[in-house]
């Protein structure tokens, strides 16, 4: 069965700080792999996704990941915080057909100024 | 583009009543999906609808239940409302079952209360 793990359940940076937020997935074969950030009261927001090629991958609000299948592992990257990156992160992993996504436990990011 | 919307926002229920939610995708996308979100479960899938036929379910006892019409939109229904019920209900729509193509964009969701 498929599952992530999102390691820290919260984290505090300061703001300009860079910021990595942990994910490890398993899953048996080629995964597809998301990062969603929920505000509070909010649905959840896509800020980038891997389905297949370059392992870095780009996303909204200068987020970046990066893809390591030795270590399965799926990292969320900033190089420097803003106070409104303030909020709870998920990581998810899918199979890409359908719309059965495993998510994390999500990483409440707390930013002080 | 209107994104997702999903209906009520907020909603206060007793225990045993009975509760319908609604969806309406973004235009154009066929699949919608409901995922269950609580602070002890986290985000739990579920079920899907593609094309009005349910496409994948989850782990949630019969009372849950949805369906999808001719024109995308869904409704889920949860029967005798139970206190581990109150959760927020994310509806999620996408265009196509295509490998690598799917990716789902979600409403801001419904807020039930069961009291």
Known sequence: AQSVTQPDIHITVSEGASLELRCNYSYGATPYLFWYVQSPGQGLQLLLKYFSGDTL???????????????????????????????????????????????????RLQVTL | KAGVTQTPRYLIKTRGQQVTLSCSPISGHRSVSWYQQTPGQGLQFLFEYFSETQRNKGNFPGRFSGRQFSNSRSEMNVSTLELGDSALYLCASSSTGTPGANVLTFGAGSRLTVL
């Open chain 1, 57 to 107: 991958v780009q996303g909204i609000k200068g987020f970046e990941a990066e893809f390591k299948r030795s270590q399965s592992s799926f990292n969320l990257r900033k190089p420097s915080v803003h106070w409104s990156d303030a909020a709870e992160y998920f990581c998810a992993v899918g199979d890409g057909t359908a719309s059965k996504l495993t998510f994390g436990t999500g990483t």
